[in-house]
């Protein structure tokens, strides 16, 4: 990538404001990112040696769960304990229909009077594997712009409940009662996800159960360093959410403690970092033909005049070739 | 990738015997593609002028959905019909555990005296986008291999709906009553996904209920070509599985009949190799560092020394370089 630093001028000032607290310079960064605008990037290089400050906590759970309304609770809490938090709100995008379920944002729209408090809500279209490249900037300019803590809360759906974890440095998870119990307990891997276990609507029947099954599957589990806890929530009435903010900085204690922080971090950088470059790669070859000319090897794809095997090889060699140009 | 011709002596012989319905080859051809051992590729490459005459059925749904015994009862219904079926029993493997849920497919174990039936169950380890590389090579083997349906049978926990959607000409999504409707149902983009829906285990309270949310969502989506319909089965008795079996051909009818069948498979052609591109290229950026520069780079990257995209760049100029040299 071509540092645009004479386009992008004032390049180190966005960075500069951003790292200020200036919040119009943020959302502008943020549009950035959005549109693939390369000053984003910019921004970020400079701004990365700001960031890894701040506690970045996925919140997941089936859709119905109330994770919108957990969030705004627990922004409640740590404002009150004075702490200042920004928030990204993904929204799952289907790989069909292309529609954002913006549904239930809105319960979060009551800081806006707050500077403490930053809100956005993505899409993950472009997905860097479920969440928006965007997005997983977007985390790192609210890092490097003080906030102490960034709520990253997600639809789970699968994919973005694995994908969420490579961001995160804390996964809530999200159950709820009725809501399918087999399903929400028994999903592969979700007991492997989460760092901490929110039962939420915990006035309902049925929540004890869903909180002794997720405690049974937890027993099944091997945690050696941090045995995930489950905590009876009630986002309406605000029950167990200081309850859930402490459980949520023990386990940033107890990373820290078993020296897991930086590893964990790393390893999510380094991926992103891969998918990336992965990107650039896939665009590049694909560049390398005319449409004419690609047109005619998926043709010949499609025809079975040319297996996929040595079409591989082709457009390889050919793009090796370019660059050796 | 190099050709091992010499060293997959007989590779050609290996497609020959697959291709002459010998089962030995075939279940050799799918160990290399297993072991990543170059001939199971060389195989295909040769085969892959056979493919395309399979009709390739996926089966996804939550767990607990009677997925096995429904296509149990798929694979009878067939042979009565004369028509021989191969079969991919795709098991999702945790991203964390690594550990694989073979579950209840000793179910499908009844058809080893039949030769006109081959199943195989693999992991999802090495994933491809969920579904393993070996596995859509082995979708591609059983085409060749001249079987009239190709079965995809895959739990269906989020990413792997989607990435069955690529591999098959027809999709079937298995639901169930009592497991959770809401999820079953509102799940994004499921209604998208199915090409036919069945609802299993249909003597069970809720099964009607399910099967008018389900044609309710249905009536909802933009259906020009195709209206999936919905199915009710009990596999256990067998009712309905001519129906489903109808249904599916319906949609395989609809598919040509729209020109489309063409289309989709070159889309999962095109995708599958440009996956496969992007996990090489990836390879070889890794392989042009020592462990211990990497592990340095990374290092600087943890530390912040370093920001992310500066180190994107360098690799990929490093990984140019070693191309150009």
């Not at 409640?76 to 702490?83: A, I, P, T």
């Not at 974890?165 to 804390?170: F, G, P, Q």
């Not at 386990?251 to 964990?264: E, G, I, S, T, Y």
Request: glycine content about 10%.
């Amino acid at each position: 990538m071509i540092e645009h630093k004479d386009y992008c001028v004032p390049a180190d000032t966005w960075a500069a404001r951003v790292a200020g607290g200036d919040r119009r310079a943020l959302a502008r960064v943020i549009s950035f990112l959005e549109n693939d605008d390369p000053c984003g990037v910019a921004a970020l290089k400079e701004l990365y040696a700001r960031t890894g400050r701040a506690h970045i906590v996925g919140i997941t759970g089936p859709p119905g769960a109330g994770k919108s309304s957990l969030a705004d609770k627990l922004i409640r809490e740590l404002r009150g304990r004075g702490k200042t938090v920004g928030v990204v709100a993904v929204d799952p995008t289907s790989p069909f229909s292309g529609g954002a379920i913006l549904g239930d944002r809105v319960r979060m729209q009551g800081w806006t009077g707050d500077s403490g408090v930053y809100i956005r809500s993505m899409g993950t279209r472009g997905s860097l594997g479920g969440l928006a490249r965007a997005a997983y900037g977007t985390i790192q300019l609210l890092d490097a712009a003080g906030f102490d803590y960034v709520l990253v809360e997600t639809v789970g759906v699968g994919q973005s409940e694995v994908d969420i974890v490579r961001v995160a440095d804390t996964v809530v998870v999200v159950a709820v009662p009725g809501l399918g119990d087999d399903i929400q307990v028994s999903k592969a891997g979700i007991t492997e996800i989460g760092d901490v276990f929110a039962v939420n609507k915990a006035d309902l029947p049925g929540a004890e159960r869903v909180a002794t099954e997720l405690e049974m599957m937890l027993d099944l589990g091997n945690h050696a360093a941090w045995r995930p806890p489950v905590v009876l929530t009630v986002a309406a009435s605000g029950k167990g959410i200081p309850e859930l903010v402490q459980a949520v900085g023990d386990h940033f204690a107890a990373l820290v403690r078993a020296d897991q922080l930086v590893k964990r971090r790393l390893a999510r950088e380094k991926e992103a970092l891969l998918l990336r470059l992965a990107e650039r790669v896939r665009r590049e070859i694909l560049q390398s033909w005319s449409q004419e000319e690609l047109a005619r090897l998926w043709s010949d794809l499609a025809a079975r005049r040319l297996d996929p095997y040595t079409l591989e090889e082709r457009l390889y060699s050919v793009w090796k070739g370019a660059k050796e140009a």
